[in-house]
């Protein structure tokens, strides 16, 4: 009885204080993250090196045509 009524004042206070929030705060801290994230990231390239991981051009082998019997 008593850890049941304990239990609802804590989670009464965290709700509380997430209806608080600034959310421009937190629209700041997703803004950072998104930030962050754009920086780390790069656009596919279609060929990349495997030695240095530089853009590298696509090379065509010609393959042998069979001979026709």
Not at 17 to 30: G, Q, V
Not at 35 to 49: G, N, Q, Y
């Amino acid at each position: 009885m008593i850890q049941a009524l304990i239990i609802k004042t804590v989670i009464g206070k965290v709700m509380e204080a997430i209806e608080k929030a600034d959310d421009k705060r937190i629209a700041r801290s997703h803004d950072k993250r998104i930030k962050a994230l754009e920086k780390i990231a790069h656009k596919p390239s279609d060929w990349v090196c495997l030695e240095c991981g530089c853009k590298a051009k696509k090379s065509v082998k010609v393959k042998k045509k069979r001979r026709s019997k």
